[in-house]
């Protein structure tokens, strides 16, 4: 890989981590709803098993979806059920001063596994293996790409918990915080249209 190409992965890998998604939509209600440590299990489950997931498409997992265009629709559809079902869980999380504190933080495990249903992933994913690896697929070219997602992924991710941490101080009333997880629940909602009409 030449020093350009491998500077353009640096900033695509970057910029598709540091925006707005539902990983990282996630981690900022995770951040405001259950704090920062509580929710870095489920930042290093976004960053190893998104990386796992490039390198398993760069040996040749991606080119399933061009012999079988339904395994696409299959995953659009397993996608949006989980992603509305997700929403409905950070929209009705209860806040922490309740004397019952239902739901939980996911886990590495969960957060890793997301990954497979997650479509901003699976483009992100997809799309670098397939500009970002001239001599095609193979183990190699696959791991210099999963290793830069890796390691551009987890400070990005980082700011999106951090910035929720931050929220929390100033969602101190439970009404706030409840408005704060709708909002959090319909902007996730919102990432689901270019699944449907990008």
């Not at 890998?13 to 704090?35: Q, R």
């Not at 995953?75 to 949006?80: A, N």
């Not at 500009?131 to 696959?142: E, I, L, Q, R, V």
Request: proline share 7%; hydrophobic share 50%; glycine share 8%.
């Amino acid at each position: 890989m030449s020093y350009d190409l491998f500077l353009a992965l640096v900033g695509f890998a970057f910029v598709s981590s540091i925006t707005p998604g539902p990983n990282n939509l996630m981690l900022m209600a995770s951040g405001a709803n259950y704090g920062f440590y509580r929710t870095f299990p489920h930042m290093l489950g976004i960053s190893l098993g998104h990386a796992f997931m490039v390198t398993m498409v760069g040996l040749g997992l991606g080119q399933l979806f061009e012999f079988y265009p339904v395994a696409e629709m299959a995953l659009q559809i397993c996608s949006t059920g989980y992603l509305l079902y997700l929403a409905w869980k950070i929209a009705n999380a209860a806040p922490p001063t309740d004397s019952e504190v239902q739901g939980k933080p996911f886990t590495f495990l969960q957060a890793a596994a997301f990954q497979w249903v997650n479509p901003k992933a699976w483009y992100m994913a997809i799309y670098a293996v397939t500009n970002y690896t001239p001599d095609g697929n193979g183990f190699f070219p696959a791991l210099i790409v999963a290793g830069v997602f890796a390691c551009t992924n987890f400070p990005s991710i980082i700011v999106w918990a951090s910035i929720g941490t931050r929220v929390k101080r100033l969602l101190s009333r439970p009404r706030l915080l409840r408005r704060f997880n709708w909002t959090m629940a319909g902007l996730l909602v919102l990432a689901l249209y270019p699944v449907w009409f990008g």
